[in-house]
């Protein structure tokens, strides 16, 4: 009852001895022994006495809880809470690691961390990463080390960094640019080797005179009689000739003649 957890006349075969805040249970760095002995009625058992132990010596370290990892630009940033609370901070604290690899690729290892917030910079942009994080405790006084479970993997696709961004809009000019030219001179040069057979898709079909029209749609009428119906008279042409001068002796060879 002193640590706030009642383990006395209970019907379970377990006891749950963990305390509701560090400063309520037993201290981290005692050695602490349990006795346990069954009872039916006025009947009992002989007690049973359990191995000591300290908490900081075997404890199991579990995985690091709420794990939140936020992709970025060419990076993941990971933030998580320790797998218990340490009431005092001076004689026993976690390091964390962070196991991560590109997906299909090596693994690799960042730590140990103080901090619960870690970053993997210089990452691959556009690439999954997948990762653990992991926490180990180290108790100062017995300068013990307890290496804690590994987290469930998870994997992350990171984001565009600046470079990339740049590289990206310049691919995507220089490439809209040699769609364009290209289908230009595609264009060019379709248009020099079926030039003719373009000139005659847009060249106006020759139509059929009127009346050849008029016979076709009434076969029955002849086609001179349709020929000179609206035909017109011309009239007879010719040109107007004077004789204004000539020379002299052209003239006397003309009278000669006469």
């Given at each position: 009852?002193?640590?706030?957890?009642?383990?006395?006349?209970?019907?379970?075969?377990?006891c749950?001895?963990?305390?509701?805040?560090?400063?309520?249970?037993?201290?981290?760095?005692?050695?602490?022994?349990?006795?346990?002995?069954?009872?039916?009625?006025?009947?009992?058992?002989a007690?049973?006495?359990?191995?000591?132990?300290?908490?900081?010596?075997?404890v199991?370290?579990?995985?690091?809880?709420?794990?939140?990892?936020?992709p970025?630009?060419?990076?993941l940033?990971?933030?998580?809470?320790?797998?218990?609370?340490?009431?005092?901070?001076?004689?026993?604290?976690?390091?964390?690691?962070?196991?991560?690899?590109?997906?299909?690729?090596?693994?690799?290892?960042?730590?140990?961390?103080?901090?619960?917030?870690?970053?993997?910079d210089?990452?691959?942009?556009?690439r999954?990463?997948?990762?653990?994080?992991?926490?180990?405790?180290?108790w100062?006084?017995?300068?013990?080390?307890?290496?804690?479970?590994?987290?469930?993997?998870?994997?992350?696709?990171?984001?565009?960094?600046?470079?990339?961004?740049?590289?990206?809009?310049?691919?995507?000019?220089?490439?809209?640019?040699?769609?364009?030219?290209?289908?230009?001179?595609?264009?060019?040069?379709?248009?020099?080797?079926y030039?003719?057979?373009?000139?005659?898709?847009?060249?106006?079909?020759?139509?059929?005179p009127?009346?050849?029209?008029?016979?076709?749609?009434?076969?029955?009428?002849?086609?001179?009689?349709?020929?000179?119906?609206?035909?017109?008279?011309?009239?007879?042409?010719?040109?107007?000739?004077?004789?204004?001068?000539?020379?002299?002796?052209?003239?006397?060879?003309?009278?000669?003649?006469?």
């Open positions: 009852m002193s640590i706030g957890v009642n383990c006395t006349q209970i019907t379970a075969t377990e749950d001895f963990t305390a509701a805040s560090p400063s309520a249970g037993f201290p981290m760095d005692f050695n602490v022994t349990l006795r346990l002995r069954a009872e039916l009625g006025a009947l009992h058992s007690w049973v006495t359990m191995p000591w132990f300290q908490h900081y010596r075997n199991t370290v579990g995985p690091p809880e709420n794990i939140e990892v936020t970025g630009e060419g990076s940033i990971i933030r998580f809470s320790s797998p218990f609370d340490i009431a005092d901070a001076s004689t026993a604290f976690f390091w964390y690691y962070v196991r991560y690899w590109e997906k299909g690729g090596l693994q690799q290892v960042k730590g140990p961390f103080r901090s619960n917030s870690i970053s993997l210089n990452l691959k942009p556009f999954v990463y997948c990762l653990q994080v992991q926490a180990q405790l180290l100062n006084k017995s300068n013990i080390f307890r290496l804690g479970h590994l987290s469930n993997t998870s994997c992350y696709e990171t984001m565009a960094d600046a470079s990339t961004e740049l590289q990206q809009v310049i691919l995507i000019s220089v490439g809209t640019f040699s769609l364009l030219s290209v289908l230009a001179g595609a264009c060019f040069f379709l248009v020099l080797k030039r003719g057979l373009i000139k005659y898709w847009f060249h106006t079909p020759p139509s059929i009127l009346q050849i029209e008029e016979y076709l749609k009434d076969p029955t009428q002849p086609i001179l009689e349709v020929l000179d119906k609206d035909s017109s008279p011309k009239d007879d042409v010719w040109d107007s000739v004077s004789i204004i001068s000539f020379p002299e002796k052209e003239q006397e060879d003309v009278l000669q003649t006469l």
